[in-house]
């Protein structure tokens, strides 16, 4: 019997935007990514290689206006990829956790796949307003949107460091391993791990 592939092909179109993400949840960390917005194609490369995730992200947004509807667009749409190919998330952990260091920089982020999307977004250290030409602000708006979109608790917390790349990519990287942690399939997890017989 071959086992189902967790997978989902997402595309969203506005007069802002053209995205289109395939999501392999059980993969190699092999992606091709493009999005216009080189900062996003680093984060994004990162999170796709540590969260073992096979894919194609690729958008093409009004970034002479600047990476905001970009940034934005590419949280709703991923989010949007993780919970399809998640499907009924039946024997999977649920709750997913990683710490990743990054030089000067130490992130902890914490996820619940509950069906019920909240960020808590609590980086200590100041960011720098840019890194290169990116807005370090859409960092928190790309968080969010996924976490809504993905219907996921997601706890991001960084307690100490100096150079904002190494933040910001510290906090991609945990991302990516916390949701990878929370997506494996238990074999003691017999349905839905919820009292409530659902995750919603």
């Known amino acids: 019997m071959t086992e189902k592939k967790r997978f989902a092909q997402i595309e969203r179109t506005t007069k802002e935007t053209q995205i289109k993400v395939e999501f392999y949840l059980d993969g190699e960390g092999k992606a091709e990514v493009n999005t216009g917005v080189p900062f996003m194609d680093h984060m994004l490369d990162l999170f796709m290689k540590h969260g073992l995730f096979d894919g194609k ?40 956790n990683a710490f990743v260091p990054m030089d000067d920089a130490l992130a ?32 928190h708006e790309f968080l969010w949107k996924f976490a809504l979109e993905a219907r996921m608790n997601v706890h991001v917390i960084v307690p100490y460091g100096h150079n904002t790349h190494h933040i910001i990519e510290a906090i991609f990287k945990a991302l990516a391993r916390a949701i990878d942690d929370a997506v494996q399939i238990d074999p003691r997890v017999k349905g839905v791990p919820s009292t409530k017989g659902l995750l919603a």
């Open 57 to 96: 992200i690729v958008a093409n947004g009004d970034t002479h206006i600047d990476d905001h509807h970009t940034t934005e667009d590419l949280g709703i749409v991923l989010g949007q990829a993780v919970k399809e190919a998640l499907g009924d998330k039946r024997g999977i952990r649920r709750y997913g």
């Open 108 to 139: 902890q982020v914490v996820v619940d796949c509950s069906n019920r999307p909240h960020l808590e977004y609590r980086v200590t250290p100041e960011l720098k307003p840019k890194v290169g030409t990116f807005d370090t602000e859409l960092v």
